[in-house]
């Protein structure tokens, strides 16, 4: 049997159905950050695995476009002598287009997969966009993984803080203010805070893949396939109106009927546009839930900050237990990795009351690996953990009552000095940041640059945001909010969750990064500031303390305590006198 | 004679001229922010005479809108028996018109002092815009003041440091690069840049009020009342095409046929877009001079660097004259006023080497008056310098060879506890963004915190920016960088001059601002600080020495030292001994 491979395949797919091309995206139709296997139909037809990118496939070209993260894995992963690797941003799809295709070339797309914006701009070009009726990949891909089928779960009104019908008729007070019928939600973090539910098709990310349809009345049509629905309380279910996932687009067509529907402007797909608009009117508007998500309950907030306490044993168990195996198994010739080390964290954490499932895939990254933000080990890349080198470790956990996400940089022995230099600097910018009183309402780009001074002051800066938002058991990475240098146009206020995480990276050398979960509270009227959630001591043994100031050793020390009197009563008791030592007062023992 | 009433005699004209309305902007052709006496048609109509505001004047209802600013002001000035007072921003005239008005109202304006912006929104609305072939003032304003005719001077080579002829290839390039033919020029400091000239047609903003259009080829049309033009020598006049000022408009009508033209999008008169768009298209950006105008080059910044010296020592003349005459004339009952101090200043800047006139209204504040960000003193609100109350003092020169501003916040004898803890926190807040250093290209709002942060620490904040541009002999709040809470998207970049200005005002009590001009200089590769332009001690005598810390009165002694030398040689010389003890070390002699 001749072996074909899926770019030919898709090319003689597009050949039967009179199509000159496709474009095939990273994405799935939530533009899911994390992707089920299921969805990975770029990585199937190109080999490129990476979180970011897009192909276009042509007769006698392949084209795959990826940002400057992959430029180097998108050449190692495909074969060149059918790919040629563009740059995403600097040459886009729809540049590209403009210059090198005729005048109504017919290219195909799944109008699932693409937004609104996206399609405007590629609608710009001289092709004929042509939406496909069907996917290539439900036929030409054989051995596809089965669509996602995670079992749906309730999240208790005692956890959430909220019923789904309070929550329905909020939203559909807003639905009212703007004039509009109907709200299309296919943010799948949205549905689960909507409906108090949490799903389990990606790992790590407790969100069903669904969609549904809020009408005015907060009466909510819940497109959910019903394989994922047997753990859920029939009480539960006969709150919604349910169908299959596949009938919402043709739900969406026959509803919006002379009628106004609310359709989120930076995610939803264009498939909405082609369904609603010939017979109804969209109205363009970020999804009300984002922001309404953002702004944490009472019950939330007492939720997060209990598992922080959970959360914040298991490091400790785990970092005293690091403390005292390091420098042991170096000494014998026999180093521990991070690949082993992570293990050992997961089985901290897995013992802790509430805790269900890592909150993202840990970053356990020793001496150069770390110098990569997002690292993840593996058997070829899997570092030893030395004295004198810097381990970088950025994980979490998923619990029933909230969402952890914390990093800690920590040496046993001393590093060189230019590394304890780096590792003061990120300190002092993570203290800056996190000790402001700031206006509520402030925005987190007029914030972010508290954290980089202390780097800017040595011609040092790092390459990634300061903060984001957090779910409550939901999306580690949770919109709207940002702490970065890029505009964001969000208000902070009293009820936000963020993390704070400055870091320093030298690439083949080593990597810093000191991250805290925050609550955003009322300081005094009209003024916010930063509590802090994460309940971990963080590492001073590399710190050069005669360049903090008073008051950042005063905000160290009040910290430590709080950790030492909230965690010593929930760890180990091997691991306490660890703690009593990390959290020991500067100003005493150093 | 029966005494028709400006309103009365303007709605008289409507009804001839078959309108149903009128809006009247407090504008001129280029949205100055200072306008000549002939072009404050508002204040005519209306009495009020305010920088910012609309009237939209109907049959039987005249509503002023002016905003926060002017609410008190307004109503003071009007009267309000004919006018209604309504806020600009929270019920924009669009949204009152889209209210208020059956559809097809005609409502008149004249098409050169509404931006395209302004006329968008407005087109939104039912009624019938009309753009006015004549202005209703020309006939009905009989003793308006006479058009401005200020003369023009040239801006010599050596101190503007590059030829018209080097800058015009250089837009024309850009012109090129962006597939348009001419650009035409509304913002009158730049034309002034581009054609090396300097007008005087509003006291303390050197623009000449005209229009010019740049073809691709580097040639100029300018179009400026020659009356304007008796001081120009001739070779300047003959590398240019001379046309009336009010030809402008028509010979972009008749330029544009299959043509682009370039069209500052935020400025320019959507005269421009009803002369250009029947046969031409216009190309809506930001006109590129104003960023070219915004890098200073060598000779430039040289002249800032030299006028600073200039202006530097008429300041410290000043401030060793106040110092001896406040606490005497106090003392003998016959204290200074705002008045007589800011009068006593202008005379020691008058006799400075190549300072032409003030750069902008002096402010000139005591006590509560300083409370006021934009007071200027008049007989009626006169203040004395008291000993032991803040005296501010806002002002700047015009030179030759650059223009300056820089604020002092002073006081004689010692304030109240509470008062210097405010200056204690602005200055604090001063020296925060002056010791930056910050990546090239960082935005003014990722910086603007910095300024605030000592008195976000108490709970206060101050509600205007940060910083702005300053001209070259030319406007004193230029385009386009802003250090302030609103996001600016210029990036700043060495040889950007801006000001640093952060304050703290108590309504009824007092106001602090402590102002220097700077200069962006490269601090190390990639990196960027500011320098100081200005050279004026700052008083430390109402400051709390102990809530300094050591970088912070480290720069102080620094700039103080670079002060003292700069300036004691260019100084009166009963003015020295001022000048040495303000700025002696700190951690000597206090």
């Given at each position: 049997?001749?072996?074909t491979?899926?770019?030919s395949?898709?090319?003689?797919?597009l050949?039967?159905?009179h199509?000159?091309?496709m474009?095939?995206p990273?994405?799935?139709?939530?533009?899911?950050?994390y992707?089920?296997?299921?969805?990975e139909k770029?990585?199937?037809?190109t080999g490129?695995d990476g979180?970011?990118?897009?192909?276009?496939v042509?007769?006698?070209?392949?084209?795959?476009?990826?940002?400057?993260?992959?430029?180097?894995q998108?050449?190692?992963?495909?074969?060149?002598?059918?790919?040629?690797?563009?740059?995403?941003?600097n040459?886009p799809?729809a540049?590209w287009?403009?210059?090198?295709?005729?005048?109504?070339?017919?290219?195909?797309?799944?109008?699932?997969?693409?937004?609104?914006a996206?399609?405007?701009?590629?609608?710009?070009?001289?092709?004929?966009?042509?939406?496909?009726?069907?996917?290539?990949f439900?036929?030409l891909?054989t051995?596809?993984p089965?669509?996602?089928?995670?079992?749906?779960?309730?999240?208790?009104?005692?956890?959430?803080?909220?019923s789904?019908?309070?929550k329905?008729?909020?939203?559909?007070?807003?639905?009212a203010e703007?004039g509009a019928?109907?709200?299309?939600?296919?943010?799948p973090?949205?549905?689960?805070?909507l409906l108090?539910?949490?799903?389990?098709?990606?790992?790590?990310?407790?969100?069903?893949?669904s969609?549904?349809?809020?009408s005015?009345?907060?009466?909510?049509?819940?497109f959910?396939?019903?394989?994922?629905?047997h753990?859920l309380?029939?009480a539960?279910?006969d709150?919604?109106?349910?169908?299959?996932?596949?009938a919402?687009?043709?739900?969406?067509?026959q509803?919006s009927?002379?009628?106004?529907?609310?359709?989120d402007?930076?995610?939803?797909p264009?498939a909405?546009?082609?369904?609603i608009e010939?017979?109804?009117?969209?109205?363009w508007?970020?999804?009300?839930i984002?922001?309404?998500?953002?702004?944490?309950?009472?019950t939330?907030?007492?939720g997060?900050r209990?598992?922080?306490h959970?959360?914040?044993a298991?490091w400790?168990?785990?970092?005293?237990?690091?403390s005292?195996e390091v420098?042991q198994?170096a000494?014998?010739g026999?180093?521990?990795?991070?690949?082993?080390v992570?293990?050992?964290?997961l089985?901290?954490r897995?013992?802790q009351?509430g805790?269900?499932?890592?909150s993202f895939?840990?970053?356990?990254?020793?001496?150069?690996?770390?110098?990569?933000?997002?690292?993840h080990?593996s058997?070829a890349?899997n570092?030893?953990l030395?004295?004198?080198?810097?381990y970088?470790?950025?994980?979490?956990?998923?619990y029933?009552?909230?969402?952890?996400?914390?990093?800690?940089t920590?040496?046993?022995?001393?590093?060189?000095?230019?590394q304890?230099?780096?590792?003061t600097?990120v300190?002092?910018g993570?203290?800056?940041l996190?000790t402001?009183?700031?206006?509520?309402?402030?925005?987190?780009?007029?914030?972010?640059?508290?954290?980089?001074?202390p780097?800017?002051e040595?011609?040092l800066?790092?390459?990634?945001?300061?903060?984001?938002g957090?779910?409550?058991q939901?999306?580690?990475?949770e919109n709207p909010?940002?702490?970065?240098?890029?505009?964001?146009p969000w208000p902070?206020?009293a009820?936000n969750?963020?993390?704070i995480?400055?870091?320093?990276?030298?690439?083949?050398?080593?990597?810093i990064?000191?991250?805290?979960q925050?609550e955003?509270v009322?300081?005094?009227?009209?003024f916010?500031?930063?509590?802090?959630?994460?309940?971990?001591?963080?590492?001073?043994?590399?710190?050069?303390?005669?360049?903090?100031?008073?008051?950042?050793?005063?905000w160290?020390d009040?910290?430590?305590q709080?950790?030492?009197e909230a965690?010593?009563?929930?760890?180990?008791?091997?691991?306490?006198p660890?703690?009593?030592?990390?959290?020991?007062p500067?100003?005493?023992n150093?």
């Open positions: 049997m001749h072996n491979s899926p770019l395949a898709l090319r003689q797919w050949g039967e159905n199509l000159d091309g474009i095939v990273r994405a799935d139709a939530w533009q899911s950050e992707c089920a296997p299921y969805d770029l990585a199937w037809l490129f979180s970011a990118g897009l192909a276009l042509l007769k006698d070209r392949a084209l795959l476009f990826v940002d400057g993260r992959y430029q180097v998108a050449r190692v992963q495909v074969n060149m002598d059918e790919v040629e690797i563009h740059h995403l941003h040459e799809l540049d287009l403009a210059h090198n295709v005729a005048p109504g070339t017919r290219i195909g797309f799944e109008a699932l997969l693409m937004t609104n996206e399609y405007a701009q590629l609608s710009a070009t001289p092709c004929e966009l042509v939406p496909l009726k069907a996917s290539p439900d036929t891909w051995d596809r089965a669509a996602p089928a995670g079992a749906i779960r309730e999240m208790p009104v005692e956890t959430s803080g909220e789904s019908a309070d329905r008729q909020r939203v559909a007070q807003i639905l703007k019928d109907y709200l299309a939600i296919t943010l973090d949205n549905i689960a805070w108090n539910v949490r799903g389990s098709d990606i790992p790590t990310s407790p969100v069903p893949l969609f549904a349809l809020l005015r009345d907060g009466g909510v049509e819940w959910v396939n019903d394989n994922k629905l753990a309380p029939q539960v279910r709150a919604f109106t349910l169908a299959p996932q596949d919402f687009i043709d739900r969406c067509k509803l009927q002379g009628k106004r529907v609310l359709v402007a930076d995610s939803a264009v909405l546009r082609f369904a010939p017979q109804g009117e969209i109205v508007h970020t999804d009300p984002t922001l309404m998500k953002a702004n944490k309950n009472p939330e907030l007492a997060y209990e598992c922080h959970q959360d914040g298991a400790v168990n785990f970092l005293a237990w690091l005292r420098p198994r000494e014998a026999n180093p521990l990795t991070e690949l082993e992570q293990a050992q964290q089985a901290f897995e013992r009351p805790f269900i499932e890592q895939a840990t970053i356990s990254a020793a001496m150069s690996n770390a110098a990569m933000c997002h690292y080990s058997d890349s570092k030893p030395l004295q004198d080198h810097f970088l470790n950025d994980s979490g956990g998923q029933q009552n909230g969402t952890t996400d914390a990093t800690r920590l040496a046993w022995g001393k590093v060189d000095p230019q304890r230099l780096h590792y600097a300190l002092k993570f203290l800056s996190i402001l009183q700031f206006p509520s309402g402030t925005q987190g780009h007029q914030l972010d640059a508290f954290a980089r001074r780097l800017w040595m011609g800066d790092y390459d990634h945001g300061t903060g984001h957090v779910g409550h939901l999306l580690i990475h909010h940002r702490i970065a240098k890029k505009v964001n902070l206020v009820g969750i963020m993390t995480e400055p870091g320093y990276y030298l690439a083949d050398s080593h990597g990064r000191i991250e805290n925050v955003i009322e300081s005094r009227p009209g916010c500031k930063f509590a802090s959630l994460t309940l971990i001591p963080i590492d001073l043994s590399q710190v050069e303390l005669s360049l903090l100031n008073d008051q950042e050793k005063q160290l009040e910290y430590h709080q950790v030492r965690i010593s009563p929930l760890v180990d008791s091997d691991a306490r660890w703690l009593f030592e990390a959290t020991a500067i100003r005493v150093r």
